[in-house]
């Protein structure tokens, strides 16, 4: 009974509370995964000047490393206390290093994801899902129970295609450190610009040049559409059994928690399943040599992946990206109905 405005107010609000608190362990999967592409967390040269015998075992680090030199009056790590090693490991060493602020690099970012891809994910999902079932029930009652698993697969690849540069850009902020003291690390509109830039040719179509914005797309369409439809396929009847209980006294509260409860056991299980899909899509998308980028496949990806690094590969950052995915989607389903709940009520007054 709401239209799409109301739909679309509703999905951003629950976005943009779960942009904020998650975006933590999104730094922490995108850090690992760019780690073990080969992403480097340390100065080289710093580290090639220093010499064995100025080791001082009283200088910590990290709380994971103990081991440090004084170049001058500066004290400086050795490369393997830039390693991380999971996940608790990323958080301590990105504040000891980087400062607080950093676990939240790239929040904007996913604000200006977030915000207009649940705002046409959410939206579209519903729409496509009731006209499909409202079709199925006449014509086809056996379908009906695929409705979610084909409504959500389409709505997410809109709203991939629509927001991948912003993806992009996200994901590149989170990757990379920036190493000079004092320096601001680029925007996101800086992000992209420096995508661009090197794609700059007066002789080359406009076209071309600004269809390096949507590398990783493909890849990310392999992610997102599997995730989605796992995702709304073991949310719905998890969703529909829990509201089945409280039945029509349900208020707030109850719509609120079954909603929650459904979004975590679905997010998480589809994060698990797609991390491979995952790792491929950051490997495409942090690569900053831009004819290899044009050139990488999803496939290709994966297949170099598991000869590099063996099956293990494909599930780096499977922690966080679980972590992150079972409370982002419960966060933003149980907002979502709940301020559609209230609009409802609204309306009806």
Not at 175 to 191: D, L, S
Not at 216 to 230: K, T
Not at 319 to 346: C, D, M, N, T, W
Request: aromatic content about 8%.
């Amino acid at each position: 009974e709401l239209g799409m405005a109301e739909r679309a107010l509703s999905a951003a609000s629950a976005a943009f509370i779960s942009a904020i608190i998650v975006n933590p362990l999104d730094v922490a999967k995108t850090r690992l995964q760019a780690q073990a592409a080969g992403v480097p967390y340390y100065q080289a040269p710093q580290m090639a000047a220093l010499g064995p015998d100025a080791i001082l075992s009283e200088l910590r680090c990290s709380p994971s490393c103990t081991r440090g030199i004084i170049l001058g009056s500066e004290p400086i790590c050795p490369p393997d206390c830039f390693q991380y090693k999971g996940t608790v490991d990323v958080f301590l060493k990105v504040v000891r290093q980087e400062g607080f602020g950093r676990l939240w690099r790239g929040t904007n970012a996913g604000l200006a994801l977030a915000i207009p891809t649940v705002g046409i994910y959410l939206p579209c999902y519903d729409i496509f899902r009731n006209k499909i079932e409202d079709f199925t029930r006449s014509n086809a009652p056996g379908l009906t129970p695929y409705a979610p698993l084909v409504a959500g697969s389409v709505a997410r690849s809109l709203a991939c295609i629509a927001c991948s540069p912003i993806e992009l850009a996200r994901t590149r902020m989170q990757a990379y450190k920036e190493f000079q003291p004092g320096v601001k690390p680029p925007g996101m509109w800086k992000t992209l610009l420096g995508v661009l830039s090197p794609h700059a040719s007066p002789g080359q179509n406009a076209v071309q040049n600004y269809r390096v914005l949507w590398t990783g797309v493909g890849a990310q369409l392999a992610r997102d559409v599997p995730f989605s439809a796992i995702c709304w396929s073991t949310l719905e009847p998890i969703r529909r059994k829990l509201l089945g209980l409280v039945a029509e006294d349900g208020d707030a509260a109850s719509v609120l928690g079954a909603n929650f409860a459904a979004g975590f056991v679905a997010g998480s299980l589809a994060a698990g399943v797609t991390c491979p899909l995952d790792v491929a899509k950051t490997r495409r998308q942090i690569e900053k040599d831009a004819q290899k980028a044009m050139r990488m496949t999803t496939r290709q990806t994966l297949v170099d992946i598991l000869r590099s690094e063996g099956p293990k590969g494909l599930f780096t950052g499977v922690g966080p990206r679980v972590a992150r995915a079972g409370p982002s989607v419960g966060i933003v389903i149980s907002f979502y109905e709940v301020i559609k709940y209230a609009l409802h009520q609204r309306n009806m007054s």
